[in-house]
């Protein structure tokens, strides 16, 4: 005789401590890393208006490091102040290196004129690059995973310890999705994670074939004092499209000597070739071509694709164990 069917609730709060802290976790990376990314999508459709930079330097501390720009800018004979100058999730600009950091201050000096989106509901928000970044998508990723984790642990709680018939029972009503959730979740991140790197290889191949004008080198650095490892040459530099102030920034992560030898092919006030889309002037390229650096992210991709056919692999065996 089977046992009676009992209503279960839909949402099982978890008991145990870790759970709780999972979640917490999970939320705290999922809400800010997601209203990032949302405020960069649809900063892209904002209206530009002039700026002036009032303010820029450098913040660092011992285990982190931001760029403090800010700048004054007039919508409807309104003078307004801004201070942010991308919307990209806080953790990926702490481990963005000085040098980088520095580079991107050195696009925007004290008294420079240049351009700002603004938000055409709220003329207080505002964004020097508008745009979004995709790095946030890593740790949307990891914000889902951690509350599907914790989420998941109170829905154990139906297969604690009761009759062999109840847990039959409830392993009948499971729907089959949840037991690939976990392969759903790294799969569904290895795409994402191999669609950016794609994006950007083909991004810096396409870049080649962009028509040209020319710019100057604003800052030109090489991170590292040794000569063996990898180095890593950021460079900043400033172009002239229809009266229009742009800048860009062009980094080079690689062996010593070839750093060295960008850095040194593109010091500070000398006039360099900026490739530019013709399209969307704003985006442009001093260096084309790409190196191993490129294929990091489609090999993270492939391990969690790789995990995603274990986890699937590990389900399925559960699922015809006797």
Not at 165 to 190: K, N, W
Not at 240 to 267: C, I, P, Q, W
Request: aromatic share 10%; glycine share 8%; charged share 20%.
């Amino acid at each position: 005789m089977q046992p009676p069917e009992v209503n279960r609730p839909l949402l099982r709060l978890p008991r145990e401590r870790w759970a709780w802290v999972a979640m917490a976790l999970g939320l705290g990376l999922l809400w800010p890393s997601s209203t990032s990314l949302y405020y960069g999508i649809i900063s892209s459709g904002w209206q530009m208006t002039d700026a002036t930079v009032t303010y820029s330097t450098l913040r660092s501390e011992r285990r982190w490091q931001d760029v403090d720009i800010r700048y004054t800018y007039a919508v409807e004979g309104h003078e307004y102040r801004g201070e942010r100058w991308c919307y990209s999730f806080f953790i990926n600009r702490q481990r963005t290196r000085t040098v980088a950091m520095l580079a991107k201050q050195a696009e925007y000096p004290l008294g420079t004129r240049t351009r700002v989106a603004v938000d055409p509901h709220d003329p207080t928000r505002s964004v020097l690059e508008p745009g979004p970044h995709f790095d946030d998508l890593l740790w949307i990723g990891a914000g889902f995973m951690f509350l599907l984790t914790g989420w998941s642990s109170g829905r154990k709680d139906e297969r604690i310890a009761g009759a062999a018939g109840h847990e039959a029972a409830a392993a009948r009503t499971r729907p089959g999705a949840h037991r690939y959730r976990t392969a759903l979740v790294l799969g569904v991140i290895g795409l994402v994670v191999v669609s950016l790197g794609l994006y950007r290889i083909y991004d810096r191949l396409t870049s080649a074939s962009w028509p040209t004008v020319e710019g100057r080198v604003l800052y030109s650095h090489t991170s590292g004092g040794s000569t063996s490892g990898s180095h890593l040459t950021v460079i900043s530099y400033e172009y002239l499209m229809a009266g229009r102030r742009l800048s860009g920034t062009a980094s080079l992560y690689a062996g010593h000597d070839e750093t060295v030898a960008l850095a040194k092919s593109h010091t500070v006030g000398e006039a360099v070739a900026v490739h530019y889309d013709p399209k969307h002037p704003e985006r442009s390229a001093i260096v084309t071509g790409i190196n191993w650096h490129y294929y990091v992210l489609p090999m993270i991709a492939l391990a969690f694709l790789l995990l995603a056919a274990l986890a699937k692999a590990v389900a399925d065996a559960k699922r015809n164990r006797p």
